[in-house]
Antibody, heavy 125, light 111 residues
Framework: EVQLVQSGAEVKKPGESLKISCKASGYSFTSYWIGWVRQMPGKGLEWMGMIYPGDSDSKYSPSLQGQVTISADKSISTAYLQWSSLKASDTAMYYC??????????????????WGQGTMVSVSS | IVMTQTPLSSPVTLGQPASISCRSSQSLVHGDGNTYLSWLQQRPGQPPRLLIYKISNRFSGVPDRFSGSGAGTDFTLKISRVEAEDVGVYYCMQATQFPHTFGQGTKLEIK
């Protein structure tokens, strides 16, 4: 059974650093992209970026490039999203999700098929 | 690529059909000829759930009352007969290009 289990809720102050995690199980971690999606309170979904653990290739939203870092540890099937200096505007629910790797195949979906339960990050002084 | 959904809110009577539109600012046809447009459902308090991929393919376990159609820049999600469990927000998402982008969401509610 495919599962993405995210780390727990965080309460932080502006300027602090943070790293949240997404542990994958039930499939080959290095064969799928892991994406991160932000959802600010009461708002819609925002694609932040993705990493392919197989070769650590990563893609970022231009609006968030430099604001966050996406990484992965193949040895423990875990992806990470980290901030070096949080802002109040980073307050949001963050989801990780799995996307298949490009292939010329009818089975290739290019869609986020499994999602983590979400990690709420609250940043306030 | 900017994804624009209409309507933003859709009150529907139980048992009646519902339709949500999604328009992209440029064609979503990939160089390989496929169109990577998906639809997701987010029920209140839940993470999103994949419903449809590549315009019209239902994901595993998705009821057949959900269907997708469209081509190029215009896409539609239809629910043939709305049930109470369908309440939530629906998003389209394009994965033809990086960065992937979501529509702003359409809230489906029961009248």
């Amino acid at each position: 059974e495919v599962q993405l289990v995210q780390s727990g809720a965080e309460v932080k102050k502006p300027g602090e650093s943070l790293k949240i995690s997404c542990k994958a199980s039930g499939y080959s971690f290095t064969s799928y992209w892991i994406g991160w999606v932000r959802q600010m309170p009461g708002k819609g979904l925002e694609w932040m970026g993705m990493i392919y653990p197989g070769d650590s290739d990563s893609k970022y939203s231009p609006s968030l490039q430099g604001q966050v870092t996406i990484s992965a540890d193949k040895s423990i099937s875990t992806a990470y999203l980290q901030w070096s200096s949080l802002k109040a505007s980073d307050t949001a629910m963050y989801y990780c999700a799995r996307r298949d790797y490009y292939a010329i195949s009818d089975y290739f979906m290019a869609a986020f098929d499994f999602w983590g339960q979400g990690t709420m990050v609250s940043v306030s002084s | 690529i900017v994804m624009t959904q209409t309507p933003l809110s859709s009150p529907v009577t139980l048992g009646q059909p519902a339709s949500i539109s999604c328009r992209s600012s440029q064609s979503l046809v990939h160089g390989d000829g496929n169109t990577y447009l998906s639809w997701l459902q987010q029920r209140p308090g839940q993470p999103p759930r994949l419903l449809i991929y590549k315009i019209s393919n239902r994901f595993s376990g998705v009821p057949d009352r959900f269907s997708g159609s469209g081509a190029g820049t215009d896409f539609t999600l239809k629910i043939s007969r709305v049930e109470a469990e369908d309440v939530g927000v629906y998003y389209c998402m394009q994965a033809t290009q990086f960065p992937h982008t979501f529509g702003q969401g359409t809230k489906l509610e029961i009248k």
